[in-house]
């Protein structure tokens, strides 16, 4: 594992970290700034893993491309690395002694990837070909394997005081996780009119929520701060995450593949009961009876996944879901509020959480 006191690239990055809403942050910034202090952390775990699991490792995060060459690929976004460091600002910590807790929290976040591609029958991701049609079903679920075991052997070997208490959040949101994707497998075997719109945002809160919450939570551990202002923390991640799960799903019926890296229609395509699916199947329109039948029916044609998408449109899934989001952001303010009460301090959570909720692809 990489040790931070004597990597230069992360303390150098840590260093240049942005500071403030005062000096003109963005949220792009500061996941410039979490990806250059974590990704050292990051490389250090993969590498110290057995030569076959390393080699599909690598190449989900963007590093080699399949023939093992190295590569300049994306590794993602760093959202919920960025959620612990900033939140261990927010409450006046040194982020630079939570860099090991958010590469963690990334090696969670991706062993859910690999797992979610391959029982999704997801064929890209970050625009090129996903590692289950690479390597195989079973090289992908392994690694995926080893990906979370090694976030929890990150926190188990970090000697930082809140460590124990990290390592227990994380694994009981790894469970609730868990629980959350059976749950929306289970969604998709079942008829349109079979699920409701709370049993299907209490899903999206676990699969989404939960790791974002934790992300929050683990960086007000790392701060020393008190149960309630981890507890509020959390809260924020999650409202904020249940806001980007619902702007995700949107993207997910109507975003650009060319912007998005997913192919167009892939969530219907699947019958997935996203939110605003659920929605729009809820809403008693004639559209939603239309698109009842639709989503029973046999796979849809390339015509009748555009129809699709619009009568979710037009019984006001869309709509539903983006007035929801912006609730669910107006609440995520609130929670942030009650532990970090200084906007100032407050900003850079701020900005994250905007940033994952104004998306548009």
Same mark, same amino acid.
């Given at each position: 594992m990489t040790d931070m006191t004597t990597d230069t690239a992360g303390m150098a990055a840590m260093m240049s970290w942005p500071q403030g809403p005062g000096e003109g942050q963005e949220a792009q910034e500061i996941l410039a700034a979490a990806r250059a202090c974590v990704d050292? #952390?990051?490389r250090g775990a993969i590498d110290s893993l057995p030569g076959s699991l390393r080699r599909v490792a690598r190449y989900h995060f963007g590093w080699e491309h399949a023939d093992g060459t190295p590569a300049a690929g994306n590794a993602g976004k760093a959202i919920r690395p960025a959620l612990v460091l900033a939140a261990v600002r927010a409450l006046g910590g040194e982020h630079a002694t939570a860099v090991r807790a958010a590469a963690a929290v990334e090696l969670i976040h991706n062993f859910t990837l690999l797992h979610d591609d391959v029982m999704d029958r997801d064929t890209t991701r970050r625009h090129r070909p996903t590692a289950w049609t690479v390597f195989g079903d079973a090289d992908a679920i392994l690694v995926g394997d080893?990906?979370?075991?090694? =976030? /929890? &052997?990150?926190?188990?070997e970090d000697p930082h005081p809140g460590a124990p208490a990290a390592s227990a959040r994380l694994a009981r949101c790894v469970i609730e996780l868990c629980a959350g994707q059976?749950?929306?497998c289970? /969604? #998709? &075997?079942? =008829?349109p009119a079979e699920v409701t719109l709370d049993e299907c945002l209490a899903m999206a809160e676990a699969k989404t929520g939960a790791l974002l919450g934790c992300a929050c939570a683990l960086g007000a551990v790392y701060a020393g701060g008190a149960p309630e202002e981890v507890d509020a923390l959390d809260g924020f991640g999650r409202e904020a995450g249940l806001a980007f799960q619902l702007i995700d799903d949107v993207i997910g019926i109507w975003g650009d593949p060319g912007r998005t890296g997913k192919a167009a229609g892939a969530d219907l395509a699947a019958r997935k009961k996203s939110l605003p699916v659920v929605a729009a199947l809820a809403s008693g329109t004639p559209d939603a009876v239309d698109l009842a039948e639709l989503y029973g029916?046999?796979? /849809?044609? #390339?015509a009748e996944l555009e129809r699709a998408a619009r009568l979710v449109e037009?019984? *006001? *899934? &869309?709509?539903?879901?983006? !007035?929801?989001?912006?609730? &669910? /952001?107006?609440?995520a303010i609130g929670q942030l509020a009650r532990a970090v009460p200084d906007p100032e301090a407050a900003g850079g959570l701020l900005a994250l959480a905007e940033f !994952?909720?104004?998306r548009t692809h």
């Open positions: 050292p #952390e990051l080893a990906m979370q075991a090694l =976030g /929890m &052997r990150l926190l188990a059976q749950a929306d289970a /969604m #998709e &075997r079942r =008829g029916g046999p796979a /849809m044609s #390339e037009q019984a *006001g *899934g &869309r709509d539903w879901a983006q !007035v929801h989001a912006a609730d &669910r /952001m107006s609440r !994952v909720t104004r």
